[in-house]
């Protein structure tokens, strides 16, 4: 998924803790290309963890990598739990909603 694809991070930084890196971005992306990674020097590929804020699009770059996968409910401009949305005036059946 737009592999090569340019993209602007913004500011960035790279907190090292020593056990943990943590990638500080200003401008929001997805990262849906290992380039995301290895433009600020990590190689997702050697790490034995990683945590991202991303609800979909890491899958197109990082499913391959992955083992087990752990979804948490964050806050932020939707969820990822549609039960949790209070929608009005909806047609039913829609999918994701309930059965089809």
Do not use: N
């Not at 600020?40 to 945590?51: A, S």
């Not at 197109?60 to 990598?65: K, V």
């Amino acid at each position: 998924m737009a592999r090569g694809e340019l993209h602007h991070m913004g500011p960035t930084a790279v907190l090292d803790t020593g056990k943990v890196e943590i990638v500080v971005v200003s401008r929001q992306v997805e990262p849906h290309d290992l380039a995301a990674f290895q433009a600020v020097g990590i190689d997702p590929q050697r790490k034995r963890f990683l945590m991202l804020k991303s609800r979909v699009h890491w899958r197109a770059a990082l499913r391959g990598l992955a083992g087990p996968v752990f979804e948490c409910a964050g806050t932020g401009v939707c969820t990822s739990d549609y039960a949790a949305l209070r929608f009005q005036r909806l047609r039913r059946p829609m999918y994701p909603l309930g059965p089809l």
